[in-house]
């Protein structure tokens, strides 16, 4: 059984920062990339930050400058830096990653954590 477990949401100015976590446990042999997406209400989720196991990044050209993913592999760990906030990064954060147990791989996403822009 493998889960993602997020944390790290909530609300803030806009200007401000905030920080996601999003840790990986269960039976791990390997985890492939990593990625962050969001979901505003009545809007698709979308890509936020992307990171393989290599730490090659990319971004939706709408957080670029402000945001920056990086993870730990001892720790199984993606983190979502998040600077500079605006009302319209308002959403649900969902954390993904494609993990390997044994000789599957299959993706798998966090429970969703809010992050709230507003003053």
């Known amino acids: 059984q493998v889960q993602l477990v997020e944390s790290g949401g909530g609300l803030v100015q806009p200007g401000g920062s905030l920080r996601l976590s999003c840790a990986a446990s269960g039976s791990i042999s390997s985890i492939n990339h990593m990625g962050w997406y969001r979901q505003a209400p009545g809007k698709q989720r979308e890509l936020v930050a992307g990171?393989?196991?290599?730490?090659?990044?990319n971004y939706a050209d709408s957080v670029k400058g402000r945001f920056t993913i990086s993870r730990d592999n001892a720790k199984n760990t993606v983190y979502l830096q998040m600077n500079s906030l605006k009302p319209e990064d308002t959403a649900v954060y969902y954390c993904?990653?494609?993990?390997?147990?044994?000789?599957?791989?299959?993706?798998?996403w966090g429970q969703g954590t809010q992050v709230t822009v507003s003053s």
């Open positions: 993904n990653a494609n993990i390997r147990v044994l000789w599957r791989s299959s993706d798998y």
């Open positions: 990171i393989t196991s290599g730490g090659s990044t």
